[in-house]
C-alpha cells in the first residue's frame, strides 16, 4: 500500500514562506509524475504544481513565479516551497502520486496552509 504523508502546513502572514514536504512509501521514481494540489472551502480541488518523472514541472498560473516544486531522489520526498504568501493561498494542500503503468493514483492525507495578518 503505497502512503504518501504531508508536512509543512501552518499559518503563515500574507508575504511569508512555508515549505511542504510529501514523503513516499516507495521510490518517487515508481510514479509518472508527483503535484501538489489544493482545495480552499467551498472550492473545488485544483492542481498547483507538478513533476514527471523526468523532471519537467507544471504550475498553475496562480502560483507561477511565487511556489516551486521539488524533489529529493534519496529521500522519496517532494517538496513545495511557497514564497510570497497571499491569502488566496488558504487552503488544504493534498501531495498526489499518479502511475500511468497501472492507472492509480495516490493521495496524502493532506495539510492546512493559512495565509492570514
Known amino acids: 500500500q503505497v502512503q504518501l504523508v504531508e508536512s509543512g502546513g501552518g499559518l503563515v502572514q500574507p508575504g511569508g514562506s512555508l515549505r511542504l514536504s510529501c514523503a513516499t512509501s516507495?521510490?518517487?521514481?515508481?510514479?509518472?509524475?508527483m503535484g501538489w494540489y489544493r482545495q480552499a472551502p467551498g472550492k473545488q480541488r485544483e492542481v498547483v504544481a507538478t513533476?514527471?518523472?523526468?523532471?519537467?514541472?507544471y504550475y498553475a498560473d496562480s502560483v507561477k513565479g511565487r511556489f516551486t516544486i521539488s524533489r529529493d531522489n534519496a529521500k522519496n520526498t517532494v517538496y513545495l516551497q511557497m514564497s510570497s504568501l497571499k491569502p488566496e493561498d488558504t487552503a488544504v494542500y493534498y501531495c498526489?502520486?499518479?502511475?500511468?503503468?497501472?492507472?492509480?493514483?495516490?493521495w496524502g492525507q493532506g495539510t492546512q496552509v493559512t495565509v492570514s495578518s
Open positions: 513533476v514527471t518523472r523526468g523532471a519537467s514541472t
Open positions: 498526489r502520486a499518479y502511475s500511468l503503468r497501472n492507472g492509480t493514483e495516490y
Open positions: 516507495e521510490s518517487i521514481f515508481s510514479f509518472t509524475n
